[in-house]
């Protein structure tokens, strides 16, 4: 079975273009929490000279997965797959 295939079931996706809509929330999503992570560390007035690398790092790290969660039900919804990516993040948040 290939991997697609093996996704495809695993996340009841019923056709190759949902899946490829999924992929695309994924992707958007991932990328837009990143970008949007500085601008609120930004506000904060946190940055790489304010405070150690690490705990810069740590810090936007931790602010990165609740705009992820966020990002991911307002796009997934927006592309018309709420339903899957609501039933993700509640996943998301039990482990």
């Known amino acids: 079975m290939l991997f697609l295939e093996k996704i495809k079931k695993k996340w009841?996706?019923?056709s190759d273009l949902q899946l490829l809509v999924i992929f695309?929330?994924?992707?958007?999503?991932?990328?837009l929490s990143t970008w949007l992570s500085k601008p609120v560390l930004a506000f904060f007035d946190i940055n790489r000279l304010t405070i150690s690398p690490l705990a810069y790092w740590t810090l936007r790290i931790l602010i990165i997965f609740p705009i992820y969660q966020m990002l991911l039900l307002v796009i997934g919804t927006i592309f018309g797959q709420y339903s899957f990516f609501k039933n993700f993040v509640k996943k998301m948040f039990l482990r």
């Open 24 to 31: 695309l929330v994924f992707g958007i999503t991932g990328s």
């Open 12 to 14: 009841s996706v019923e």
